[in-house]
């Protein structure tokens, strides 16, 4: 039986976490598992954690770590036969040690993109809200100008992609997420990578995995877990 693979990738707003995602799930079979699907789903399905996580986003609050991993946490234990690839968990120190406690992690990848580039990919992001599509109106743009692809349904630029809420928002990340940094950095298993585009980044994170990365078992319970 091959060893199963766990990793993280973290990142600012706009620095291309999910684009790097899909690429890496689709080269290398891991399973690309997304905070933000975790918190839909708990919200549509109603469960306590989910109605917990719903009002602090209708206040424009952050969830709390408390919530964050009582979302995540059971799910990722379930996974007991399958690789994966975290996107969007965790955001702090607290979830990152609540994390370590449930699972050993091989790789944190860490993308630090500059602030000027940030503010330009936000700048022209839309996403489709009740899915978490992000498009982009310059390398990613829907079919109809602001249309969701899959269901028609309009798109939104959020209120903190604006440029006036951009630069809090963004030094906001950089505080909270040096300690989690620092962490992985301590366990020896961070990579950061560095650029302004993507397609240059993603050579580099391919030929770590392909040096990280057992051949690995594809298991029908992890293909089927979303």
Same mark, same amino acid.
């Given at each position: 039986?091959? &060893? ?12 291309? &976490? ?21 918190? !839909? ?16 986003? &209708? ?10 991993? !009582?979302? #995540?946490?059971?799910? #990722? ?13 965790? !955001? ?6 609540? #994390? ?69 928002? #963004? ?13 992985? &950095? ?7 990578? +560095? ?10 994170? +391919? ?20």
């Amino acid at each position: 039986m091959s &060893k199963l693979f766990r990793a993280v990738i973290m990142g600012p707003p706009g620095s291309g &976490k999910g684009t790097i995602s899909e690429r890496i799930a689709h080269s290398f079979g891991l399973k690309h598992l997304s905070s933000g699907d975790f918190v !839909r789903e708990n919200i549509s399905a109603k469960t306590e954690a989910g109605v917990l996580a719903k009002t602090f986003i &209708k206040k424009g609050l952050l969830v709390p770590d408390h919530v964050m991993t !009582r979302l #995540l946490l059971p799910r #990722l234990e379930e996974m007991t036969k399958c690789s994966w690839l975290l996107d969007g968990f965790p !955001r702090t120190l607290a979830q990152a040690e609540a #994390l370590n406690s449930a699972c050993d992690l091989d790789v944190a990848i860490n993308l630090n993109i500059p602030l000027e580039t940030l503010k330009e990919r936000l700048r022209h992001r839309w996403i489709h809200p009740p899915s978490g599509r992000v498009y982009n109106m310059c390398f990613n743009p829907p079919r109809v100008q602001g249309i969701d692809d899959i269901t028609g349904e309009p798109l939104i630029q959020q209120e903190d992609d604006r440029p006036e809420a951009l630069v809090a928002r #963004l030094r906001h990340y950089k505080d909270i997420a040096k300690p989690v940094i620092d962490f992985y &950095k301590a366990k020896g298993i961070l990579y950061t990578y +560095s650029d302004t585009e993507t397609d240059q980044i993603w050579p580099n994170i +391919s030929t770590l995995l392909s040096t990280k990365i057992p051949t690995i078992q594809s298991d029908a319970r992890c293909a089927s877990t979303h």
